[in-house]
């Protein structure tokens, strides 16, 4: 997994309360990216980070906020969690030099 | 709006078999075309990707074929096993965008034994 661990892995919560999804990397890789997975859809990019407190949207953006206050964590934030955030979401990070992005492991949240 | 239309949704082929997984995207800014290979409760894991100067790339059983005038790229396995039974997606993106990628909606494989 390119050395990017997500956590938690799994969390069930109710609607309304905040959540709080981390990404964190070892190989001081600049960019960061948060993407959902659901059915029909594939991955769609949330949010993405160029850099440390460098971040901008991606397609799927409401509802979500990110921050990175340092290079080995990315983390995503779901202010008041809905039952139309229930989804599968993956970090990746992108090498130096190149297009290549690695994803991590993913966390699967279900908001009931 | 889908930038990235991928077909089939499903497919079963044989053992030994040649899978082909077709893709057709709009932008014609983009300039980087990955194909990610993911098994259930696994992250999607790169597998082999083809900028637009080039109409193939092979790695192993695996090719890529573009065609850089119709929009489309297809990822063609071939002698397909069991074990290549999993979800494929297509994907693309272009540098000025931060490299962000626009997935298509995924095809399931299932190679029979």
């Known amino acids: 997994d390119a050395g990017i661990t997500q956590s938690p892995r799994h969390k069930v919560t109710e609607t309304g309360t905040p959540v709080t999804l981390r990404c964190h990397q070892t190989e001081n890789h600049r960019y960061m990216y948060w993407y959902r997975q659901d059915p029909g859809h594939g991955l769609r990019l949330i949010h993405y980070s160029y850099g440390v407190k460098d971040t901008d949207k991606g397609e799927v953006s409401d509802g979500y906020s990110v921050s990175r206050s340092k290079t080995e964590d990315f983390l995503l934030t779901l202010e008041s969690a809905t039952s139309s955030q229930t989804s599968v979401y993956f970090c990746?990070?992108?090498?130096?030099?190149?297009?290549?992005?690695?994803f991590g492991p993913g966390t699967r949240l279900t908001v009931t | 709006q889908q930038q990235v239309k991928q077909s089939p949704q499903s497919l079963i082929v044989q053992k030994g078999g040649i899978s082909i997984i077709n893709c057709a995207y709009e932008?014609?800014?983009?300039?980087?075309f990955p194909w990610y290979q993911q098994f259930p409760g696994k992250g999607p894991a790169l597998l082999i990707a083809?900028?637009?100067?080039?109409s193939e790339k092979k790695e192993g059983r695996f090719t890529i074929s573009f065609n850089k005038s119709a929009k489309q790229f297809s990822l063609h396995i071939m002698d397909s096993q069991p074990g290549d039974s999993a979800t494929y997606f297509c994907a693309a993106t272009e540098e000025t965008s931060g490299s962000r990628l626009t997935f298509g909606e995924g095809t399931q494989l299932t190679v029979n034994p």
């Open positions: 990746a990070i992108r090498q130096k030099g190149g297009y290549e992005q690695y």
């Open positions: 083809i900028r637009p100067d080039v």
């Open positions: 932008n014609t800014a983009f300039d980087y």
